[in-house]
């Protein structure tokens, strides 16, 4: 690993911190605070950015029409299961085996899912979870910190594995450090110029 890379990791974070954060609290506070346990299943299944709106959360803008309900009656149907879940593994195996079936569901919405459950139930991952934006941020990551891994799609890494962000971010936002800021990590970049959404 080298001094450079972990300099622009350093800023990458400090640039996240400004630009990401506080959208990521407000998404999970909104979850934390839902009425009950119901409420944040319903709009976990529809995906909601909060609880103030129907706006879908743009991770799942691609979801059918259809697949909400039919999530939420899976969650619904699971929802003593949940309820029992103690560590987010178990609460995203029950969110998985419930809702993988549903088309239209694929691993992001599995992952978010949990998180925004998990939220209300304060029940927080302890790993990082790789899917979709996070994969490709956490491979390169390791390809350029000169770190192999073995990385595929809805595995979990432990949060030492990312050791210049270990001290600095929780496993939820390290998997949102590695998905928002992935395209900026390659130093060709300048990172006033780096792409995010």
Same mark, same amino acid.
């Given at each position: 690993?080298?001094? &450079?890379? %972990?300099?622009?990791?350093?800023? $990458?974070?400090?640039?996240?911190?400004? *630009?990401?954060?506080?959208? !990521?609290?407000?998404? $999970?506070?909104?979850?934390?605070?839902?009425?009950?346990?119901?409420?944040?299943?319903?709009? &976990?299944?529809?995906?909601?950015?909060?609880?103030?709106?129907?706006?879908?959360?743009?991770?799942?803008?691609?979801?059918? @029409?259809?697949?909400?309900? %039919?999530?939420?009656?899976? $969650?619904?149907?699971?929802?003593?299961?949940?309820?029992?879940?103690?560590?987010?593994?178990?609460?995203?195996?029950?969110?998985?085996?419930?809702?993988?079936?549903?088309?239209?569901?694929g691993l992001l919405m599995v992952y978010d899912t949990s998180l925004r459950i998990g939220a209300h139930l304060k029940v927080e991952p302890s790993k990082?979870?790789?899917?979709?934006?996070?994969?490709?941020?956490? @491979? =390169?990551?390791?390809?350029? &910190?000169?770190?192999?891994?073995?990385?595929?799609?809805?595995?979990? !890494?432990?949060?030492? &594995?990312?050791? $210049? *962000?270990?001290?600095?971010?929780?496993?939820? =936002?390290?998997?949102?450090?590695?998905?928002?800021?992935?395209?900026?990590?390659?130093p060709i970049i300048p990172i006033s110029q780096s792409s995010v959404f």
């Amino acid at each position: 690993m080298t001094v &450079a890379f %972990e300099r622009r990791i350093e800023r $990458l974070v400090g640039r996240w911190k400004y *630009l990401h954060k506080a959208n !990521l609290d407000s998404h $999970l506070n909104a979850y934390r605070n839902a009425r009950n346990l119901d409420v944040a299943i319903s709009w &976990a299944s529809s995906a909601r950015q909060d609880g103030k709106s129907d706006k879908r959360n743009s991770h799942q803008r691609r979801l059918p @029409k259809a697949a909400p309900p %039919e999530i939420n009656t899976k $969650l619904s149907a699971s929802i003593t299961k949940i309820r029992s879940a103690k560590k987010f593994d178990q609460l995203y195996q029950v969110v998985q085996s419930s809702i993988q079936s549903v088309f239209g569901v694929g691993l992001l919405m599995v992952y978010d899912t949990s998180l925004r459950i998990g939220a209300h139930l304060k029940v927080e991952p302890s790993k990082v979870y790789l899917q979709s934006g996070a994969l490709e941020g956490a @491979k =390169e990551y390791f390809r350029l &910190a000169g770190l192999a891994q073995n990385l595929y799609p809805g595995g979990a !890494l432990e949060i030492q &594995a990312f050791p $210049l *962000l270990k001290f600095e971010l929780s496993a939820s =936002e390290i998997e949102n450090f590695l998905c928002t800021m992935r395209r900026s990590m390659n130093p060709i970049i300048p990172i006033s110029q780096s792409s995010v959404f």
